[in-house]
């Protein structure tokens, strides 16, 4: 494991093995949700906030990372790359030269190379109307969506359960879709 010698903020009360440290690498983020790593090694992070704390209303997705070799991802080494799709929730993936993020019904995407550090542009929509109940609206239940791809192509999007335990198949399940927009 690299040594950062890093003189930030250590994690409390955590308990890890030997050979195993642990450090706060960004703060001042509002609602981070899911992340995933650009091929530059950026964090990237779904930020989520004001939706049930009657705050200000973020809906991004950030870039952070560490250039200066700190350990940190520092007010300056941070970049928000989207900002034009509504309710995003949890879901951030990258393939094939776009970022993907979700929200509880839809997949949106942006060009992105992977090494851009600056504001995508608009989105376009690659899936709408997934929510959980298969007709667009799902009134109770987990709103996240996982998303992630295989060596094809192939999108997987999660679709949480109405509860920790729930036998509506239409709910708890992860379903796939295919380059020509048609799902199995």
Do not use: C
């Not at 970049?79 to 094939?96: D, E, Q, R, V, W």
């Not at 709910?171 to 927009?181: A, M, P, Q, T, Y």
């Amino acid at each position: 494991m690299p040594d950062f010698g890093v003189q930030g903020v250590p994690v409390e009360d955590v308990t890890l093995p030997p050979g195993f440290s642990a450090w706060r690498f960004a703060s001042n983020l509002r609602g981070p949700r899911g992340m995933a790593v650009s091929d530059a090694g950026d964090l990237l992070v779904v930020e989520r906030s004001g939706w049930f704390n009657g705050g200000p209303y973020i809906s991004q997705v950030t870039a952070l990372w560490d250039d200066n070799g700190d350990g940190v991802a520092s007010e300056d080494e941070r970049a928000t790359l989207a900002t034009s799709a509504m309710g995003l929730s949890h879901g951030i993936a990258t393939y094939g030269g776009y970022l993907f993020a979700s929200s509880d019904s839809t997949v949106f995407r942006w060009a992105y190379d992977g090494f851009q550090r600056t504001n995508l542009g608009p989105h376009t929509v690659v899936v709408k109307n997934m929510n959980a109940d298969g007709s667009g609206g799902a009134p109770y239940g987990h709103w996240t969506r996982t998303l992630a791809f295989n060596h094809e192509g192939h999108l997987f999007v999660s679709v949480g359960s109405f509860g920790n335990v729930d036998n509506n198949d239409y709910r708890s399940r992860i379903r796939v879709f295919l380059r020509d927009g048609q799902s199995h």
